[in-house]
Antibody, heavy 123, light 110 residues
Framework: VQLVESGGGLVKPGQSLRLSCTASGFTFGDFPMSWFRQAPGKGLEWVGFIRSKAYGETTEYAASVKGRFTISRDDSKSIAYLQMNSLETEDTAVYYC???????????????WGQGTLVTVSS | QSVLTQPPSVSGAPGQRVTISCTGSSSNIGAHYDVHWYRQLPRTAPKLLIYDNNNRPSGVPDRFSGSKSGTSASLAITGLQAEDEADYYCQSYDLSGVYVFGTGTKVTVL
């Protein structure tokens, strides 16, 4: 299993950025995918989640990004996306994509992580 | 924004046993949601260490074990090794619909 994030960079407040997560080594369409972030020197924060097509590709988001960030997926390309709009300085972080998995109907945990991509929001 | 509380740091000599606590509330760990643990080596991505409270993914040595009781969980590392120096995070789910993490614990091998 390999997850590779791309698309990070330096943007100004209010601007947009789209991150990509290219997956390999597993049947991408069978798994939910999630995004996390880690601000410099800080802990981990869940950003959002997209279920598989079998579950309607429905999404969930943290309150801090809801309405500004959108997660989508292209199963034909094995890519998950994180569209980030109206970026704020507080969004500066390393962004990780992960594969989600669970036991039965329990909430998910995250068994494989990408290496992360840095997003810096600064004027 | 972390909902689960961990000690900022723990330390031990090589070969010793250390434990990391993870304290939540009735809306997450106490609501019977499972606890998972991740290890983050310096300048690398987190890696799953323990899932569903006390299960190890393939490749994780049995020096690592987890437990859960009430509104808390803990991670134990026995036979501490230099390569165990890292940040450790617990994770669970909250009734509010959010995946929550602990504040993180830095393990130092003396």
């Amino acid at each position: 299993v390999q997850l590779v994030e791309s698309g990070g960079g330096l943007v100004k407040p209010g601007q947009s950025l789209r991150l990509s997560c290219t997956a390999s080594g597993f049947t991408f369409g069978d798994f939910p995918m999630s995004w996390f972030r880690q601000a410099p020197g800080k802990g981990l924060e869940w950003v959002g989640f997209i279920r598989s097509k079998a579950y309607g590709e429905t999404t969930e988001y943290a309150a801090s990004v809801k309405g500004r960030f959108t997660i989508s997926r292209d199963d034909s390309k094995s890519i998950a996306y994180l569209q980030m709009n109206s970026l704020e300085t507080e969004d500066t972080a390393v962004y990780y994509c992960t594969r989600a998995i669970r036991s039965g109907d329990s909430p998910y945990y995250f068994d494989f992580w990408g290496q992360g991509t840095l997003v810096t929001v600064s004027s | 924004q972390s909902v689960l509380t961990q000690p900022p740091s723990v330390s031990g000599a090589p070969g010793q046993r250390v434990t990391i606590s993870c304290t939540g509330s009735s809306s997450n760990i106490g609501a019977h949601y499972d606890v998972h643990w991740y290890r983050q080596l310096p300048r690398t991505a987190p890696k799953l260490l323990i899932y569903d409270n006390n299960n190890r993914p393939s490749g994780v040595p049995d020096r690592f074990s987890g437990s859960k009781s009430g509104t808390s969980a803990s991670l134990a590392i026995t036979g501490l090794q230099a390569e165990d120096e890292a940040d450790y995070y617990c994770q669970s789910y909250d009734l509010s619909g959010v995946y929550v993490f602990g504040t993180g614990t830095k393990v130092t091998v003396l």
